[in-house]
Each structure stands twice: as structure tokens, then as C-alpha cells.
């Protein structure tokens, strides 16, 4: 069955059960339509294809495909936000994202948050294609997945991940490693950990009912502030670190980790956490828990780094707190900073990063402090400084990494913006300070930047939890 709709909905009247898979195709090319139609339609699935995405919309209740094929790029209503209202509509739909654009920033978001489960680019292999969506469909015939308590439980990756059937060879693989492997979900429960996790951190039995990243995650870790955004609308794709970590037994170890964010699935959205214990190699006379003896600076901007802005926040929110003086942060980030390494290349993309680096801290005062937040992502740190005066300092660093001049030297053409997000502090009474809460301000703060279009300065206003343009 290959229906084109492009004006009414014709499958509303049918009355006959399914016997085939339904896969419904957006996308405004027909070209591209009468090609997917006729093999998917030869492979052995019903087709619904739609040349107007909102026409699709309207139809969707009465179709009810197992999965929906969309392109971007469309008139009217763009995939991207076609597929939010799909699923709005039906949270469970599988989605695949047809794009000629698969590194933009806005569609590797999309990837990495799970808004869609796939991306292909075009042009593609047809045959990859029709292998991609046999997958896809399958994997909506298992059993529901296990929930959070079964998950923690079981202590497997059976009812997380969905492998047709391959979980337990995986399982296999990832318990020969020596080093601890675990998966934790977004309220920061342990919901997998492999051998070498029970070894490394004295874990018992087959699984630990209720442990959780706290029990495993010292404060001093960057990763216990780090987590929350894994999980938030501008999630960091990966991160690796030095850092200290728990055993069962209360001891503390040092260690180089890793943390991916893993899209959503069956079993929902993770946080991958990958442990070496580096002990037996550092020469330390010290407590494994001591930050002095871990690393604080990037090596390719020479500002510090991720953990140093941490436990400088930590400090500055005692000192406000203790004697009331002002104090405003600045999370600023290059604009579509993955079409400057496309176009002008990663050597050049690293010395604009360089480059802003040595902008902003020229632009800065002495007492301030700037840090490689990660990435293209940079947080300026201005003790005793009130919000008109950071808002000013804001306004002085996006002008200045404007002037082409200041970037010529890189390469011929290379122009960069910048968007920021400014919060200011002391905020109203009852409003929660802390690491976490402050870092999540920032974040919502920048996402309203990009999300107005960018080389945009968003400021957070507590008195109503409110953000404004400035």
C-alpha cells in the first residue's frame, strides 16, 4: 500500500486491520518520495507519503504509522519542529531525520538531546536506508522496556538497550574490560555497571538496589555539577577529566574518567561513565581526594579550566553570601562554531578559539577571571560587579569579537559572533544558590540567546524567574 496525500487524508476510511508495518514519509521533494515509497514498498512496508508537513500533522491520528521518515528542510513547518509535535502526540513514535545539513548545530543537538532517534544524511545508501528502518520497526516489537527499579535490579542492559537480542554478547564484551563501566539515568541512578566497576569501586553481588552518582561522585568532582546539564537543553556531547570517585568501603581513588550523554531509547536517555583507576601511577603524598594535585588549566586556550571555575564559584557564593557583595557571571559561546571548522578547518577553529581567549581577557578586568568552560563555550567570572556593569562588560565582549580585523591573521573571511548569558547574584531571598542552580540559570540564559537568534546577550532576572534581551 503507497498512498501520496498531498490535500486530503485517504487513509482515514480504510477499515481493514494492518498486516505490514506503516512507515509515514515527509518531505517536499517527490523525487525523494517515489524513490523511499517504492523501496520500502518492495521491502514489505506500507507507505503514507506526505509532501506538506502540517497536511501531515493533521493526519497523523488517523494513520498511525510505526514510523515517521521527515525531512528538515521544509516549508510551511520545518522537520525538526514536525517531529516535536509527532511526538507530543505520541511519545513512543521512532523517528528518522532525513538532512543534507548532519552537522549543524541545531540538528547534532536534536541528535544528541533525542528529540530524533536518527539522522541520515543525504544523499544515502538505499539499501542502508531500508536496513536503518527494518531496525527501527522491530524494535517496537519486544516486550516494554524494564522499568527504573526493575532496571536497577536486574543490573543488566537487558530492558535499556534494545540489540535484537545481542545484549548479552555486549554484556559480555563490556565485563572483560578493566575498566568500570557504567550507565546512570537522568536521576542519577546507577542502572548498569560492568565487572570491572564491581571490582574498582567494591560493589557487591550482581547489583546495588539505590545507588546512585552520589554515593560514587564526590562534591570535588566536576562531574556532580557537571551531570545535571548532561540532561538539560544544551547537553555537553562528552566529557573527560581527571577526577576522584568512591568506593563501597568510603575510600577515594584517583582516577581519569569519561562521560557521554547517550540519546533516548527504550529505556530513556543515560549518562555512559567510563573509570580508569590511575592510583598505582600518580606519585602523591596526599589525600586522592586533594583538587590542588589535579589539573586546572586547558591546554589549548591556557585558561583555566572546567573544575577550576567550579571550585571558584563554590567560593564566590560563600563570599557573597557571607558579606552581600554583587556578583555576575557570563557563559559566552562561538556561533555555529562547527561551520568555521567545516570551512575553514580544525587548525583554524583552534586558533579562533586561542584568539577569543586572549580577546575576552583583554576585555576583563584584573580581578576577573576567565575559563574554558568546554568546547566553543568560555564563563567569565566578575567578583564585586553588579548587573548594569556586567552588562556592560558583556556588551563589550561581543563587540569586540566582531571586528574582523582582530581574525584576519587566521584566515581571509573568518568572522565570529558570539551569544551570552548573563545571571547576577545576590538573587531574591528564597531563591536557591548553589553550584547546580546557578550553572543551570546560565545555561537556560544562553539557550535563550541562540534560541533568539544568536550573537545575542540574555540576561536572567530572579525577581520573576524571567530572561530578557538586553
Excluded at 39 to 53: K, M, Q, Y
Amino acid at each position: 500500500m503507497n498512498r501520496d496525500i498531498d490535500s486530503q487524508n485517504s487513509h482515514g476510511s480504510d477499515s481493514e486491520p494492518r498486516t505490514k508495518p506503516l512507515i509515514m514519509v515527509v518531505d517536499d521533494d517527490p523525487v525523494v518520495c517515489c524513490v523511499l515509497a517504492g523501496a520500502l514498498n518492495r521491502t514489505g512496508f506500507d507507505v503514507e507519503i506526505f509532501h506538506d508537513s502540517v497536511l501531515a500533522l493533521e493526519s497523523f491520528d488517523n494513520i498511525s504509522p510505526d514510523l515517521a521518515v521527515v525531512d528538515w528542510v521544509m516549508p510551511n513547518l520545518d522537520g525538526l519542529s514536525l517531529v516535536d509535535r509527532l511526538k507530543a502526540k505520541s511519545p513512543q513514535l521512532t523517528t528518522i531525520l532525513l538532512t543534507g545539513h548532519g552537522e549543524h548545530e541545531v540538528v547534532e543537538q536534536a541528535r544528541m538531546s533525542g528529540r530524533v532517534n536518527l539522522v541520515l544524511d543525504k544523499p544515502f545508501n538505499l539499501a542502508h536506508f531500508l536496513k536503518v528502518v527494518a531496525a527501527c520497526v522491530q524494535r517496537r516489537e519486544p516486550a516494554a522496556p524494564l522499568q527504573p527499579e526493575e532496571r536497577a535490579e536486574a543490573g543488566t542492559l537487558t530492558g535499556w538497550l534494545t540489540l535484537d537480542g545481542r545484549e548479552a554478547y555486549f554484556e559480555h564484551i563490556l565485563d572483560s574490560l578493566i575498566d568500570a563501566v557504567m550507565m546512570i539515568d537522568r536521576e542519577g541512578r546507577v542502572v548498569y555497571f560492568n565487572n570491572g566497576a564491581r571490582r574498582m569501586f567494591n560493589f557487591r553481588g550482581q547489583a546495588n538496589p539505590g545507588l546512585s552518582i552520589n554515593d560514587i561522585c564526590p562534591v570535588e568532582n566536576q562531574l556532580s555539577a557537571l551531570f545535571p546539564h548532561f540532561f538539560g537543553s544544551h547537553p555537553p556531547v562528552q566529557e573527560q577529566s581527571l577526577g576522584c570517585f568512591i568506593k563501597g568501603d568510603g575510600s577515594r581513588f584517583n582516577s581519569i574518567y569519561s562521560a557521554s550523554f547517550l540519546q533516548a531509547g527504550p529505556g530513556g536517555s543515560a549518562v555512559l561513565l567510563v573509570v580508569k583507576d590511575i592510583s598505582h601511577i600518580l606519585q602523591t603524598t596526599t589525600e586522592a581526594s586533594e583538587p590542588q594535585r589535579l589539573p586546572l588549566t586547558d591546554p589549548l586556550t591556557g585558561l583555566y579550566n572546567r573544575r577550576h571555575f567550579d571550585l571558584r564559584l563554590a567560593e564566590e557564593l560563600r563570599r557573597m553570601e557571607r558579606y552581600g557583595s554583587p556578583l555576575t557571571l557570563l557563559m559566552i559561546d562561538f556561533d555555529h562554531f562547527k561551520e568555521i571548522n567545516a570551512h575553514f578547518g580544525h587548525l583554524a577553529g583552534d586558533q579562533a578559539l586561542r584568539k577569543g581567549a586572549e580577546i575576552f581577557g583583554q576585555a576583563l578586568r584584573a580581578v576577573d577571571s576567565l575559563f574554558r568552560w568546554g568546547g566553543d563555550e568560555y564563563m567569565a567570572l566578575l567578583p564585586e560587579t553588579s548587573g548594569e556593569m556586567g552588562m556592560n562588560a558583556a556588551r563589550r565582549l561581543r563587540q569586540l569579537i566582531r571586528a574582523p580585523e582582530l581574525l584576519a591573521e587566521i584566515a581571509p573571511g573568518l568572522k565570529v559572533t558570539v551569544s551570552i548569558g548573563l545571571a547576577s547574584l545576590p538573587w531574591a531571598a528564597g531563591r536557591e544558590v548553589s553550584v547546580p542552580a546557578v550553572l543551570a540559570v546560565m545555561d537556560k540564559a544562553l539557550s535563550q540567546a541562540k534560541k533568539n537568534g544568536r550573537d545575542r546577550i540574555v540576561r536572567y532576572l530572579d525577581d520573576g524567574d524571567r530572561f530578557a534581551e538586553i
